[in-house]
Structures are given as C-alpha cells and as structure tokens.
C-alpha cells in the first residue's frame, strides 16, 4: 500500500490561505524543477504556524525534522 508523503512547514506567525497557497505552489514547482520531484508525486504540504503544528505532533508517526 503506497501512502502520500506528508510537509510540515512551520512559521511563527500566521499566514493568509492566499499566502499558504502560494507558497505550497513555489514549493512544489521548486521540488519539480531543480530537485526531479515527478508531477503528480503523492506529496502533501501542510504550512501552519507554530500554534496549529503542536496538532500534527501530537498524531504523527515518525517526524524528521530539518531547519532552513
């Protein structure tokens, strides 16, 4: 059974559903372009801020975590 791979970008502040999504899309246009992620790869980003990610820790199953 194959599963999507789930992002989590954390900011410390709130971001507007605009800015979410464009950031999701220059993410994922980025991971396509420059890294060969394949279109249509089962990846799913989540960006929150610091607040509304202490939900996703508490029901993730394995995390890495890698700072910019």
């Known amino acids: ?8 970008i954390i ?8 800015d979410r999504r464009e950031l999701k899309k220059k993410i994922l246009i980025l991971a ?3 890294y060969g992620l ?9 960006v929150v801020d ?3 990610a202490k939900e996703y820790f508490k029901h993730a199953k394995k995390l890495i975590e890698i700072e910019a």
Do not use: N, T
């Not at 059974?1 to 989590?8: A, K, Q, V």
């Not at 900011?11 to 605009?18: A, E, G, M, Q, Y």
């Not at 394949?38 to 989540?46: D, I, N, T």
């Open 1 to 8: 059974m194959l599963s999507d791979i789930d992002i989590l």
């Open 11 to 18: 900011f410390p502040f709130p971001l507007s559903d605009k």
């Open 32 to 34: 396509e372009d420059k």
């Open 38 to 46: 394949p279109f249509g790869a089962p990846v799913e980003l989540h």
């Open 50 to 52: 610091e607040e509304r």
